[in-house]
């Protein structure tokens, strides 16, 4: 089986998918396979993987070999992430391409198109699968030619908008392309979008993210269309506040994707608001992104910053995956104003989590608040959960400890939406830290025993099970 993974040829196709269904030789198997039929790799890897056994009315309509059945079962999937997280596989089993060959004009099938080629594009846990889909850029092109035959609904601007964004700045443009066909493709999906809504909508989170990221993918610069040497694009999905990322791109080309691969660019918290990509005569090691599974497991990309006269170098690669990369020289003043820029827009911001970011700065600021009562503060952010509440945790360290006692505790502050603007917000709780001990109002969140019993602070309950 090893040998075959790289020396199999079309006549072993039979044999490795029967043994492939055994156990302990479906990955085996599989390796051998995606050479030679793609289909039944894809085949096989579904079977083994698909544990809630969704997708077993497509696969068994694959095997048939009924194509209206397929179709049937595929636009039957939920869009989910339990039933798309193995996007890919789903496309190459069921022949994507040439479903849309044969019917490129079905609706639904194009709407399927556009959400599995957006969930390949995702990087959040692995490389992305999309630079694996070999027919990745035919089936691009497909959906782009003929996505005006989809209704205009809300859900489908938003997925065209998505899949933009994609071609713009993720994984996406790292395929293939022949000269100018990205962009014609951004074009296309410039002139089919409509115009976005001239004021928020707060009542509706979709619409009010396509208001706000309608421009992003198809702003185009003063030099003939060519990109910044160097550019930051902050990208998030219409109901993904959590999934918030920095892209930075260099020559048009995101850089995580292409030197990396494990995981997204960290949040503008991380990389802008904090300054860590400012560059000054004292280099700076940046982390720039981490493994989904963290950085002691497979590892993060680091790079070391600083300014050398009329320049800003990046250099001093670790973590990247292939070949060093080379040192990137950008003219300053266009850096420092990419960067001002950046610092400067919130627009990808909702209430909740402006006023994150403003409380995070003030704190910043007048570290002087926290201090006078023994805090410090940790992670300001949003709810994973509720992405309208506010959340500030912060580490009380007792400058006089209840005797025997030692260690730290943390606190978490929980400012739901209440339709008060984030400055507004903002400043209220900065006020409120100035004369009010966070230990009366914030809720405890555990910390050293010694110390929270000495002072009464019960134990939070445990997280409910699943």
């Given at each position: 089986?090893?040998?075959?993974?790289?020396?199999?040829?079309?006549e072993?196709?039979?044999?490795?998918?029967?043994?492939?269904?055994?156990?302990?030789?479906?990955?085996?198997?599989?390796?051998?396979?995606?050479p030679?039929?793609?289909?039944?790799?894809?085949?096989?890897?579904?079977?083994?993987?698909?544990?809630?056994?969704?997708?077993?009315?497509?696969?068994?309509?694959?095997?048939?070999?009924?194509?209206?059945?397929?179709?049937s079962?595929?636009?039957?999937?939920?869009?989910?992430?339990?039933?798309?997280?193995?996007?890919?596989?789903?496309a190459?089993?069921?022949?994507?391409?040439?479903l849309?060959?044969a019917?490129?004009?079905?609706?639904?099938?194009?709407?399927?198109t556009?959400?599995?080629?957006?969930?390949?594009?995702?990087?959040?846990?692995?490389?992305?699968?999309?630079?694996?889909?070999?027919?990745?850029?035919?089936?691009?092109?497909?959906?782009?030619?003929?996505?005006?035959?989809?209704?205009?609904?809300?859900?489908?601007?938003?997925?065209?908008?998505?899949?933009?964004?994609?071609?713009h700045?993720?994984p996406?443009?790292?395929?293939?392309?022949?000269?100018?066909?990205?962009?014609?493709?951004?074009?296309?999906?410039?002139?089919?979008?409509?115009?976005?809504?001239?004021?928020?909508?707060?009542?509706?989170?979709r619409?009010?993210?396509?208001?706000?990221?309608?421009h992003?993918?198809?702003?185009?610069?003063e030099?003939a269309?060519?990109?910044?040497?160097?550019?930051?694009?902050?990208?998030?999905?219409?109901?993904?506040?959590?999934?918030?990322e920095?892209?930075?791109?260099?020559?048009?080309?995101?850089?995580?994707?292409?030197?990396?691969?494990?995981?997204?660019?960290?949040?503008p918290?991380?990389l802008?608001?904090?300054?860590?990509l400012?560059?000054?005569?004292?280099?700076?090691?940046?982390?720039?992104?981490?493994?989904?599974?963290?950085e002691?497991c497979?590892?993060a990309?680091?790079?070391?910053?600083?300014?050398?006269?009329?320049?800003?170098?990046?250099d001093?690669?670790?973590?990247a995956?292939?070949?060093?990369?080379?040192?990137?020289?950008?003219?300053?003043?266009?850096?420092?104003?990419?960067?001002?820029?950046?610092?400067?827009?919130?627009?990808?911001?909702?209430?909740?989590?402006?006023?994150?970011?403003?409380?995070?700065?003030?704190?910043?600021?007048?570290?002087?608040?926290?201090?006078?009562?023994d805090?410090?503060p940790?992670?300001?952010?949003?709810?994973r959960?509720?992405?309208?509440?506010?959340?500030?945790r912060?580490?009380?360290?007792?400058?006089?400890p209840?005797?025997?006692?030692?260690?730290s505790?943390?606190?978490?502050?929980?400012?739901?939406?209440?339709?008060?603007p984030?400055?507004?917000r903002?400043?209220?709780?900065?006020?409120r830290?100035?004369?009010?001990d966070?230990?009366?109002?914030?809720?405890?969140?555990?910390?050293?025993?010694q110390?929270?019993e000495?002072?009464?602070?019960?134990?939070?309950?445990?997280?409910?099970?699943?």
């Amino acid at each position: 089986m090893a040998l075959l993974i790289r020396l199999g040829e079309p006549e072993d196709v039979p044999w490795l998918k029967a043994l492939g269904m055994l156990r302990g030789l479906a990955d085996s198997a599989i390796a051998a396979l995606d050479p030679l039929d793609r289909q039944a790799a894809a085949l096989l890897v579904i079977r083994g993987r698909d544990r809630s056994e969704r997708l077993t009315p497509l696969t068994e309509a694959i095997t048939s070999g009924d194509t209206e059945a397929v179709r049937s079962a595929l636009l039957s999937l939920p869009d989910e992430p339990q039933a798309m997280w193995l996007a890919r596989r789903i496309a190459e089993a069921a022949d994507l391409r040439g479903l849309l060959r044969a019917r490129p004009q079905d609706a639904g099938l194009l709407a399927l198109t556009g959400r599995l080629l957006h969930r390949m594009a995702d990087r959040s846990d692995s490389r992305a699968d999309v630079l694996d889909y070999r027919p990745a850029r035919s089936v691009y092109e497909a959906l782009v030619r003929h996505a005006d035959r989809l209704p205009p609904t809300p859900e489908h601007r938003s997925l065209l908008l998505s899949v933009a964004l994609d071609l713009h700045s993720g994984p996406a443009v790292l395929l293939n392309w022949r000269p100018g066909r990205r962009r014609a493709l951004l074009d296309a999906l410039d002139r089919l979008l409509p115009a976005a809504a001239p004021e928020p909508v707060p009542a509706d989170r979709r619409a009010d993210w396509f208001r706000r990221n309608r421009h992003l993918p198809f702003a185009r610069t003063e030099q003939a269309g060519d990109p910044p040497r160097w550019e930051l694009v902050v990208v998030h999905g219409p109901e993904d506040d959590d999934g918030i990322e920095t892209r930075i791109l260099i020559d048009g080309i995101p850089l995580v994707p292409a030197l990396f691969g494990k995981g997204r660019g960290h949040p503008p918290e991380y990389l802008v608001d904090s300054g860590r990509l400012r560059a000054t005569a004292e280099p700076r090691e940046v982390q720039l992104c981490e493994a989904y599974c963290t950085e002691g497991c497979c590892g993060a990309l680091y790079v070391t910053i600083r300014r050398d006269g009329d320049e800003v170098v990046w250099d001093g690669w670790r973590g990247a995956v292939g070949p060093p990369p080379p040192a990137y020289r950008f003219a300053a003043a266009a850096y420092d104003a990419e960067l001002a820029r950046a610092e400067q827009d919130h627009s990808w911001c909702r209430p909740a989590r402006s006023t994150a970011r403003l409380i995070a700065a003030g704190l910043r600021d007048r570290p002087e608040l926290t201090a006078r009562w023994d805090m410090t503060p940790g992670w300001i952010g949003t709810d994973r959960s509720d992405t309208d509440t506010t959340v500030v945790r912060l580490r009380y360290t007792p400058s006089a400890p209840p005797p025997g006692t030692g260690g730290s505790l943390y606190f978490e502050w929980r400012l739901p939406d209440e339709d008060v603007p984030p400055r507004a917000r903002a400043d209220a709780a900065l006020r409120r830290l100035e004369t009010q001990d966070p230990n009366t109002f914030a809720s405890f969140g555990g910390g050293n025993a010694q110390p929270a019993e000495a002072l009464g602070h019960r134990p939070p309950p445990p997280a409910p099970r699943a």
